[in-house]
């Protein structure tokens, strides 16, 4: 599999309802460091039971 954003092969794929999209390491580490910006991610971690080990 293709990644979604370049013309590297997909390190990580995801699939819901049927649709399947990969994307590379570079592009993964991207989407999360966005993530992790994003306000919102906030209340959804304090909605969640998330252990953290460092």
């Known amino acids: 599999m293709q990644c979604h ?16 999209v990969g994307v590379c390491k570079t592009h993964f580490q991207e989407q999360m460091e966005d993530l992790a910006d ?5 209340d959804v971690e304090d909605q969640l039971d998330i252990d953290r080990r460092e």
Not at 13 to 20: L, N, R, S, T
Not at 38 to 42: E, K, P, R, S, Y
């Open 5 to 20: 954003y370049c013309d590297r092969e997909a390190d990580i794929a995801v699939e819901k309802d049927g649709i399947k």
């Open 38 to 42: 994003a306000d919102w991610l906030d």
